[in-house]
């Protein structure tokens, strides 16, 4: 997979592929307005290629925030192409404090655009 930009609302995030560093930007994101995750994994899968990162380990309550990526598997390429994504953030209370409620995840899923390239 090559190196990509990608946004939509509220939400950018940038994919260096060289050295597997993502960059999430985002407006009331959890803790930060920008954050760097170093040494990413990305999985490739039927339907695309998924990386996800923790964003928070874990609230004053146990709630922790992952980002969840899901972009396009894309073949070897020479030159950028246009590619159309899916940004989820997950909060995930599993671990509350007070015990698990009967729901433990919650979703908020965000469309993204923008260019990947070799």
Do not use: W
Not at 25 to 40: A, I, M, N, R, W
Not at 52 to 59: C, D, G, R
Not at 71 to 95: K, L
Request: net charge negative.
């Amino acid at each position: 997979m090559g190196s990509f930009e990608l946004s939509g609302h509220d939400l950018s995030v940038r994919y260096t592929a060289q050295n597997r560093t993502l960059v999430v930007h985002g407006k009331d994101l959890v803790g930060q307005d920008e954050q760097t995750f170093s040494d990413v994994k990305v999985l490739a899968s039927g339907i695309g290629a998924t990386i996800t990162v923790v964003l928070l380990p874990s609230s004053r309550n146990g709630t922790k925030v992952l980002l969840h990526l899901l972009v396009p598997n894309i073949g070897r390429i020479t030159e950028q192409v246009a590619i159309t994504g899916v940004a989820t953030v997950v909060n995930d209370f599993s671990h509350l404090l007070d015990g698990a409620p009967p729901v433990h995840q919650a979703y908020e899923s965000k469309a993204l655009t923008g260019m990947m390239h070799a």
